[in-house]
Each structure stands twice: as structure tokens, then as C-alpha cells.
């Protein structure tokens, strides 16, 4: 889940599927320093290896994406949230 080139390390983003995706966060002298670095950007570790902001991003468009085409969200008027569904249900 590292990089290294001329003595410098960085994490490498383990899934690469967004186009905008980062690719490696920031050079340090250390391993260490370069995973503190994604820690602290928020990048998200999987188990496998660190996945950057624009492909964590990539991943919840399509979960929402996901979850409109399956359900009848894609009947209700834009806006429409599972939230507000559930307090309509609630009323009911
Ligand atoms: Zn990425």
C-alpha cells in the first residue's frame, strides 16, 4: 500500500476508480509519516488498503445511485430523501 521513490514514501490509493482519482497522498521520509498523512485527510482504510477522498466519493455516488434504481425513489419528485420517506411512514 506504498510507494517509494528516492527514498520517499507515500500510501497509493488501493482502488483507483474515480477518473479524479489521487493516486498517492503526500512524499514523506517515512512510511509512517505517509499514513499519518492519509489518516489525517480522512482517506478511508478497507482492510486491503487505503482508498483516497475522490474514490471514497466515487463510491457513495454510486451506493445512492445504487439504491435509486432498485427502489421507487426514482418515482418520488427530486429531493426526496429516505429520511422524509420514513417520516411519512411514521405517520402513517
Ligand atoms: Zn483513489
Known sequence: MFVERNNQYSVVCHTRVAEDCLE????FD??????DW????CWIFSGEGWICLK???H???NLSQTRRDKG???LLPDGWDDDLEVGI???R
Open 24 to 27: 498517492n497522498g503526500k512524499w
Open 72 to 74: 421507487l425513489d426514482s
Open 59 to 61: 463510491f457513495m455516488r
Open 89 to 91: 411512514n411514521t405517520v
Open 55 to 57: 474514490c471514497n466519493a
Open 30 to 35: 517515512s512510511e509512517e509519516e505517509a499514513q
Open 38 to 41: 492519509v489518516e489525517e485527510e
